[in-house]
């Protein structure tokens, strides 16, 4: 058991690092493909020095400072509508104020997703629209009050402005001071000879006063600032961390929405394969055994009519007809097996993919470690995977030897298939393995490729666990 929960945290490892770095279009060490040796862009400066004349950290900056004045207008507008709304609810009026206030936090929520797509970086879906039950402006006036997407629109801009005030202050203060005390050497003399002061004042009161004027002073000063400068970037950083947590949370789609779109998707995607599956079943049984049974039949009509004429090469056209009746039968085992063996429904998988992987080209080992059946569509996945992985041993890897691995870990059930062959498989661009992970996608599984060139490969695949019946 330790081996396999070993190779569970290898995977893990590499599914943190690597699967979700390739959706984003890295390469599983977070490099960018062509950004210079070795696909990583190199930086003359560590990240800590150049941080705070990167133009990242100045559209977060500018984030902070726009924060301030739209989060007062989201807020007098939302607190104004809902005030108003709520005080003419006993007449008529209040439920059209209401809900065109709501209606209009949903486009300044808009707005506040575009800002944070320009500035920050964060591309918050559009949320789930409104989908009144009727025609008229009575229903979509429920629809707006009823919606929980609009009610969420207006928590934001009641919320947002307190944390802008704080972040707003915090910024302003880190980044003015950081660059002031930064160029103090600078602008030194401004203080002896427009001022009429030494420098710059650090304590003062009556009879007593401090300040920053020898050399070593200033030497300081600079110092202490270009560590406010350092940290001012990281810290807005933080800042707008909070801004993003907020605008993905609330003005993005919710959950149950998102999820909603997902299963819509994986619906497709199953019913997609299964189309695929019979198209290729009917192009299997047309072009192969039916067609052999066609010729059988033509083959055992012509053989009958040489029956009393020439028993002999009669005979020897019923001796081939029987060939390619078994050819046939053979034809529709294979094809009976690809769709779901008998063997996988009676014995499991263990029994079922050291079927599969006697007829690979290359010695496969197979390990299962399943203390119970999964459920009869993860099993069928499962194995479908794994034969698929296997055909791909045959045809592309050049391998000399391979194995299946399957495990649970907790509430998943883990396939690996690895070989030694050359390596260099990919996922993407509309081969076969991309067709295989959105098969597993469907059902909540994952699919991860590790296949350097050069090999060896290792394809991890990650399904739901459910229990059989």
Known sequence: MATQYGRYEDYQDYGDHGDYANRAGRSPGGETPGAGAGGRRRHRLPAALRAPVEGR???EFAYVLLSLPISIVLFVFAVTMLSVGAGLLVTFLGVPVLAAGLAACRGLGAVERARARGLLGLDVATPEPLRPRGRGAMSWMGAVLRSGTSWRHVLYAVLHLPWAVFSFSVA??????????LTYPLWFWL???YG??????LYGDDGHRVYLDNPFEITVTALVG??????????????????????????????????????????????????????????????GAQARLVALAMDLGLAKEKLREDPREA?????????????ALQELRDLARGIHPAVL????????????SSRCTVPVR?????????????????????????????????????????????DRLMVQVSDDGVGGADASGGSGLAGLAGRLDAVDGILVVDSPVGGPTRVTAELPWRGGM
Not at 172 to 181: D, H, L, Q
Not at 248 to 275: F, I, Q, Y
Request: charged share 25%.
């Open 345 to 356: 429904t009676d014995r499991g998988l263990d029994a079922a993919l050291s079927s599969v």
């Open 226 to 287: 270009l560590l406010f400068t350092l940290a001012t970037p990281w810290i807005v950083r933080a800042l707008t961390t909070v801004d993003r947590v907020m605008v993905h949370g609330l003005l993005g789609p919710s959950r149950l929405a998102s999820r909603v779109v997902e299963l819509e998707s994986d619906r497709g995607v199953v019913v997609d394969t299964a189309a695929a599956d019979l198209r290729r079943i009917e192009r299997d049984l047309h072009d």
């Open 366 to 410: 197979v390990e299962v470690d399943l203390a119970e059946r999964p459920a009869a569509a993860i099993e069928g996945i499962a194995y479908f995977t794994v034969s698929e992985l296997l055909q791909n041993v045959s045809k592309h890897s050049g391998a000399r030897s391979a194995s299946v691995d399957v495990w649970r870990v907790e």
């Open 315 to 327: 005979a020897r056209m019923v001796d081939e007809a029987h060939g390619e009746v078994k050819t």
């Open 172 to 181: 302003i203060v880190f980044w003015v001071y950081g660059w002031a005390t």
């Open 191 to 193: 203080f002896p000879l």
């Open 57 to 59: 950290a100045w559209r």
């Open 196 to 201: 009429g002061q030494d420098g710059l004042q």
